[in-house]
């Protein structure tokens, strides 16, 4: 990150209006109204350097204060105040490099509060501060008004605009701020972010820690997602997926997609690697890994899964689905069954994936597949995937494998238990003449 310098020095070497050098920097105005301690703590680092001299603005002279104020600015009170008196002019003195801890008692009635730095002098040399933190406490957990290096602008710009957001241990924190622009949100802490607004900005999440937990498909506004070993993100928007531009979801990393699913652009994932975390967290088949792509709404259904396909266009799609959906439109019906005869690798022992009808994750589709297919129940029963009550379900675009124009039939009265039975007579005519003489997939 970067620091905040005020330097009457180099303000001077510069030509300029008349008179002194006279800087402030604000804070954004902090909410206290759910603060419970009746004063709240200020800390930074400081590097207060004066060329020499006493207080005020004369030529080698330079005064620093910290004021803070909680009715909107009428009234200021002073913290702090820095000048010749109270450091010496040697850049490595300890009075000159200090952390400040200050702290200031709230008014009754208070509501909001808002700190400022204020420097003024001429020719002098210097005073920087950083890592500004004011904390209170809030029902009894720490309240973090102002913390880390990047949690406000007015502090440090990290490279590529971050907005840090640290939660502590055992706090949920709803986020309250809209991100705009080019900023990327940082989540550090091992508390719980909730983030449910619509945002636009372009950088998209980077979980660092804890848990964070989208309530809104529009939340990163199609942006990047990186989840760091040991963190998780948790996507709670009903059934509908959310659009990624990029998924870097680390080994020991965990993406709990329950209803949902992400839907992840063109050349912004590792298919590999995504394979891999959904077989972690299959976890041999209960979908409650420790790490990986995981599905509490799949752990408790019977025939579900979390599937995935690479579209036509190069887009990724991992989402719940029941087991047999082999395009992931929300159906299991004939053109899932087109989609699985195309890959040619049913009952040939090659490489198989989902949308070949790979459903158990071991690399090959054969009876075991449809066996389990049969046992999801949900054959030509429309949309299976239905939000439970008191879910609020936001659309979102869903891409769904090419099918082709006409789908096989079952005959009149049929399930896809025939389609089991068809495959496992091609077993047996594989067996005795070392052919297969059926397709598992003709029609029934």
Same mark, same amino acid.
């Given at each position: 990150?970067?620091?905040?310098?005020?330097?009457?020095?180099?303000?001077?070497?510069?030509?300029?209006?008349?008179?002194?050098?006279?800087?402030?920097?604000?804070?954004?105005?902090?909410?206290?109204?759910?603060?419970?301690?009746?004063?709240?703590?200020?800390?930074?680092?400081?590097?207060?350097?004066?060329?020499?001299?006493?207080?005020?603005?004369?030529?080698?002279?330079?005064?620093?204060?910290?004021?803070?104020?909680?009715?909107?600015?009428?009234?200021?009170?002073?913290?702090?105040?820095?000048?010749?008196?109270?450091?010496?002019?040697?850049?490595?003195?300890?009075?000159?490099?200090?952390?400040?801890?200050?702290?200031?008692?709230?008014?009754?009635?208070?509501?909001?509060?808002?700190?400022?730095?204020?420097?003024?002098?001429?020719?002098?040399?210097?005073?920087?501060?950083?890592?500004?933190?004011?904390?209170?406490?809030?029902?009894?957990?720490?309240?973090?008004?102002?913390?880390?290096?990047? *949690?406000?602008?007015?502090?440090?710009?990290?490279?590529?605009?971050?907005?840090?957001?640290?939660?502590?241990?055992?706090?949920?924190?709803?986020?309250?701020?809209?991100?705009?622009?080019?900023?990327?949100?940082?989540?550090?802490?091992?508390?719980?972010?909730?983030?449910?607004? *619509?945002?636009?900005?372009?950088?998209?999440?980077?979980?660092?820690?804890?848990?964070?937990?989208?309530?809104?498909?529009?939340?990163?506004?199609?942006?990047?997602?990186?989840?760091?070993?040991?963190?998780?993100?948790?996507?709670?928007?009903?059934?509908?997926?959310?659009?990624?531009?990029?998924?870097?979801?680390?080994?020991?990393?965990?993406?709990?997609?329950?209803?949902?699913?992400?839907?992840?652009?063109?050349?912004?994932?590792?298919?590999?690697?995504?394979?891999?975390?959904?077989?972690?967290?299959?976890?041999?088949?209960?979908?409650?890994?420790?790490?990986?792509?995981?599905?509490?709404?799949?752990?408790?259904?019977?025939?579900? *899964?979390?599937?995935?396909?690479?579209?036509?266009?190069?887009?990724?799609?991992?989402?719940?689905?029941?087991?047999?959906?082999?395009?992931?439109?929300?159906?299991?019906?004939?053109?899932?069954?087109?989609?699985?005869?195309?890959?040619?690798?049913?009952?040939?022992?090659?490489?198989?994936?989902?949308?070949?009808?790979?459903?158990?994750?071991?690399?090959?589709?054969?009876?075991?597949?449809?066996?389990?297919?049969?046992?999801?129940?949900?054959?030509?029963?429309?949309?299976?995937?239905?939000?439970?009550?008191?879910?609020?379900?936001?659309?979102?675009?869903?891409?769904? *494998?090419?099918?082709?124009?006409?789908?096989?039939?079952?005959?009149?009265?049929?399930?896809?238990?025939?389609?089991?039975?068809?495959?496992?007579?091609?077993?047996?005519?594989?067996?005795?003449?070392?052919?297969?003489?059926?397709?598992?997939?003709?029609?029934?």
């Amino acid at each position: 990150g970067t620091i905040a310098v005020a330097d009457t020095d180099e303000w001077d070497d510069k030509s300029h209006d008349p008179g002194d050098f006279n800087g402030i920097l604000r804070t954004p105005v902090i909410d206290l109204a759910t603060v419970t301690s009746s004063a709240v703590t200020i800390e930074f680092d400081s590097s207060f350097r004066p060329e020499g001299g006493g207080g005020g603005a004369a030529e080698g002279n330079q005064t620093g204060v910290v004021e803070v104020t909680f009715d909107g600015g009428a009234t200021w009170t002073n913290l702090l105040t820095q000048d010749g008196n109270t450091s010496t002019g040697s850049a490595t003195h300890p009075s000159v490099n200090r952390h400040e801890v200050l702290t200031a008692t709230i008014p009754a009635g208070a509501s909001t509060m808002q700190v400022r730095f204020g420097q003024i002098g001429s020719n002098d040399y210097w005073w920087a501060i950083d890592n500004v933190e004011i904390s209170a406490t809030v029902n009894g957990y720490e309240f973090v008004g102002i913390s880390g290096q990047t *949690a406000h602008a007015f502090t440090t710009a990290a490279a590529g605009n971050e907005t840090v957001v640290e939660v502590g241990t055992g706090q949920t924190v709803t986020d309250t701020v809209v991100h705009s622009g080019d900023e990327t949100i940082v989540k550090t802490g091992s508390g719980t972010l909730v983030i449910d607004l *619509a945002n636009t900005h372009t950088g998209g999440l980077v979980v660092q820690a804890g848990t964070v937990i989208l309530r809104n498909v529009a939340a990163l506004n199609g942006g990047p997602l990186t989840v760091a070993a040991g963190a998780k993100v948790v996507v709670d928007t009903g059934t509908s997926r959310i659009n990624l531009s990029d998924l870097a979801l680390d080994p020991a990393g965990s993406l709990e997609l329950g209803r949902a699913g992400v839907v992840v652009a063109s050349g912004g994932f590792n298919a590999a690697a995504v394979r891999q975390a959904l077989v972690a967290g299959r976890n041999g088949g209960g979908w409650n890994g420790a790490a990986g792509i995981t599905s509490a709404a799949a752990a408790s259904t019977a025939g579900r *899964a979390v599937g995935y396909i690479v579209g036509g266009d190069g887009r990724l799609t991992v989402g719940f689905a029941a087991l047999g959906d082999a395009n992931m439109d929300g159906q299991f019906n004939p053109f899932d069954l087109v989609a699985m005869q195309s890959g040619g690798v049913f009952n040939t022992g090659a490489a198989s994936s989902w949308q070949t009808g790979d459903f158990n994750y071991d690399g090959v589709s054969n009876v075991v597949d449809l066996v389990g297919a049969n046992g999801s129940g949900v054959y030509g029963q429309g949309n299976y995937n239905v939000a439970p009550a008191g879910v609020q379900v936001v659309s979102a675009s869903v891409p769904v *494998a090419s099918s082709a124009a006409t789908a096989p039939s079952l005959s009149s009265g049929g399930t896809v238990t025939q389609l089991t039975f068809a495959a496992l007579s091609a077993e047996q005519d594989r067996a005795s003449s070392g052919t297969v003489k059926k397709k598992a997939f003709a029609t029934l």
